[in-house]
């Protein structure tokens, strides 16, 4: 597997949090790679099977061992939710209806609807964990067939079913 930067995953960050405007970006390269390192302390919190760490600084920041595809994405995803809650907290400070000549401007709303975006992310985190934890348990009982059959034996009127394990090999 090839090295991955974390410079590698700043603009799958971008475009995770809408920051895909060219000419105007809003979040600076600093600002992605702080969040890379959140969400990977945050993910490394929560998966404690997957342990990773980054090594050296800057441009040459590398991860180790190499994240997986569907740990890049788990990265990226724990980053977007490092930056939306940041996004949250300014927008608390900034939550209120501004009277003007033209209407109303509420902005009180914001911090909700990034919470919402939050639940949304948590929500794309918890199904790829899902997804793994399927794939592995049909790779560990690969081969295995439960045979059930019923015996004369009843208990309280009920019929007992005797299982059988048998292996593929």
Not at 28 to 35: E, V
Not at 51 to 56: E, F, G, L, N
Not at 65 to 88: F, H, K, M, W
Not at 130 to 158: D, H, I, M, N
């Amino acid at each position: 597997m090839a090295t991955v930067y974390e410079k590698d995953l700043m603009p799958r960050l971008a475009r995770e949090v809408g920051d895909t405007d060219l000419s105007n970006l809003y979040y600076s390269a600093d600002q992605l790679f702080s969040a890379i390192n959140d969400g990977l302390a945050q993910f490394v919190l929560e998966s404690p099977d997957q342990q990773y760490t980054v090594i050296d600084t800057g441009d040459n920041a590398y991860f180790s061992p190499d994240p997986s595809v569907e740990d890049q994405q788990l990265l990226v995803l724990y980053a977007a939710i490092a930056l939306t809650r940041g996004e949250i907290q300014k927008a608390a400070r900034n939550a209120y209806s501004h009277s003007n000549p033209a209407g109303r401007t509420d902005f009180s709303r914001i911090p909700e609807m990034l919470d919402k975006n939050i639940t949304r992310l948590e929500n794309r985190i918890a199904d790829v964990f899902s997804k793994r934890s399927r794939r592995s348990a049909e790779s560990e009982s690969c081969g295995v067939e439960l045979r059930g059959s019923p015996t004369e034996t009843t208990v309280e009127g009920v019929g007992i079913t005797t299982i059988t394990i048998e292996t593929g090999n």
